[in-house]
């Protein structure tokens, strides 16, 4: 069965600051895909950052970067130079080609403080 | 056009109403999804349809009745709910089915508040 583990319930960062969000998973198929989302109090889910397995290079996206660890089958989250704008629920998530469907993590709240 | 739509942005309903959730994307994606997500959890997947057929139904009730009229819109009809039903409901689109490289793209969601 495939799994994503979140350990981390919540955080809290100051502005300016760099944080990283914990993810590490369970699958045994060869060929996924690791994807990170936002969701704010609003409610949309908003697309971050996406690692495909056989991806060599980490994925970065402005200041998104995935810290892809394949033998630890860990997927963490790193923001830069964090924003207030940056607080929100953040769910990491993983798909196979033999699934057809994303599975999630139980999330991480962060709390961006002044 | 990168956008996934729903409407209404918020839906108050008694356990006898009848009423229907919409969204719409004009992204070219051929599958489309259906999520509940309740406070402080990660979405539960409800319903994937893929080129217009339902493809996963993850045991949901049949108090919930999707339908897929054409490949940009995607319904949930609702019927007899119950006050556990209450929930953000998010509607979501990709390329092809998920797999291990196609992104789901998310609605703004409805809130739905069954009495």
């Known amino acids: 069965a495939q799994k994503i583990t979140q350990t981390q319930p919540g955080m809290f960062v100051q502005e300016k600051e760099a944080v990283t969000l914990d993810c590490t998973y369970d699958?045994?198929?060869?060929?996924?895909?690791l994807f990170w989302y936002k969701q704010p109090s609003s409610g949309e889910m908003i697309f971050l950052i996406y690692q495909g397995s056989y991806d060599e290079q980490n994925a970065t996206e402005g200041r998104y970067s995935l810290n892809f660890q394949k033998a630890r089958k860990s997927a963490n989250l790193v923001i830069s130079a964090s924003q207030l704008g940056d607080s929100a629920m953040y769910f990491c998530a993983m798909s196979a080609d033999s699934w057809g469907k994303l599975q999630f993590g139980a999330g991480t709240q962060v709390v961006v403080t002044p | 056009d990168t956008e996934v739509t729903q409407t209404p942005k918020h839906l108050v309903m008694g356990m006898t109403n009848k009423k229907s959730l919409k969204c719409e994307q004009h992204m070219g994606h051929r599958a489309m999804y259906w999520y509940k997500q309740k406070a402080k959890k990660p979405p539960e997947l409800m319903f994937v349809?893929?080129?217009?057929?339902?493809?996963i139904n993850e045991s949901v009730p049949s108090r919930f009745s999707p339908e897929c009229p054409n490949s940009s819109l995607l319904n949930l009809h609702l019927h007899a709910l119950q006050p556990e039903d209450s929930a953000l409901y998010l509607c979501a689109s990709s390329h092809a089915l998920a797999g291990a490289y196609n992104e789901q793209f998310f609605g703004p969601g409805t809130r739905l508040t069954v009495l």
């Open positions: 349809y893929s080129y217009e057929k339902l493809s």
């Open positions: 699958t045994s198929d060869q060929s996924y895909g």
